[in-house]
């Protein structure tokens, strides 16, 4: 892969998306490059094999499977972007590896998802979860219905949904089924809590820059706000757009990368 500027980007997606939220900026990146960029697809996503059937998908092997990627290419002082739970591995990669990281952008996340306080209940609700998909098949599906649900969904236009619905289409003889892992949306046995998240985004010793859709999810800008004093170098900005707005605003996004990269 030839490497012809000083300055590299590695894209996180978020859970349950895939490295084609990315297809649009990536377009503009290519036309207009600054950087050599790199797109990593969680495992059970998109084209990503699925893990075995004796593991489970654990928000911390995320981590570790990025810093693994990036240390596999040698890719050192790497800006790492990340939507949502993609921008949550970020954070935790950049925390803990601060070797490998010289910026942070996150993309509706502001480190990583607390527990509810209920240990118990939290153990049982994902054990349960874990059972209940643990042999659920991938069955036949319909293109055209899946682009409208995840429009619908995610509140997307229907060709955003249309580019990650086909990354995770598999054709057989039988018809379309989906690639990614049914097992993506078990629940989490085990979750952090408040105290560790802190001491995480303290530990970020890099520029980091936090963008929010206008029309993002509330819960996120309200984590922003408790969580902001925490990171040292931390920048703030809102774009036109909501959850997705990566997908709706490329040339906006595009711009804010190169000037903070």
């Known amino acids: 892969m030839p490497r012809n500027h000083e300055k590299n980007i590695v894209f996180l997606h978020g859970w349950l998306d895939n490295a084609a939220s990315y297809a649009s900026l990536l377009k503009l990146l290519q036309d207009e490059p600054f950087a050599n960029i790199y797109v990593y697809e969680f495992a059970g996503h ?35 972007v990340g939507h949502s739970m ?6 935790v990669v950049a925390a803990s590896r601060p070797d490998l990281v010289n910026s942070v952008v996150m993309l509706e ?28 098949a991938n069955r036949l599906v319909q293109p055209k219905l899946l682009y409208q649900l995840r429009a619908q969904v995610g509140d997307l236009s229907i060709e955003a949904a249309q580019l990650l619905i086909d990354r995770d289409l598999l054709k057989t ?27 995480i985004l303290q530990a970020i010793c ?49 711009q804010l990368l190169e000037n903070f990269v």
């Open 206 to 254: 890099c520029p980091t820059l936090v963008i929010l859709g206008e029309q993002g999810y509330k819960w996120i800008k309200q984590q922003v706000l408790s969580r902001q004093a925490y990171i040292k170098q931390l920048t703030i900005l809102e774009v036109q757009g909501n959850h997705h707005f990566h997908m709706q605003s490329p040339e906006r996004l595009h």
């Open 46 to 80: 998109g084209w990503s094999a699925n893990r075995s059937s004796d593991s489970h998908y654990h928000f911390i092997d995320y981590v570790y499977d990025v810093i693994a990627f990036i240390s596999s290419l040698s890719l050192e002082h790497c800006c790492l």
């Open 109 to 136: 996340a502001c480190g990583p998802i607390i527990g509810s306080g209920d240990t118990l209940g939290e153990l049982r609700q994902g054990f349960a979860s874990r059972h209940k998909l643990a042999n659920q």
């Open 173 to 199: 003889e039988k018809g379309y089924e989906r690639r990614s892992d049914p097992r993506l949306k078990a629940l989490s046995p085990i979750k952090i809590n408040e105290q560790q998240v802190v001491d």
């Open 86 to 91: 993609g921008g949550m591995v970020a954070s």
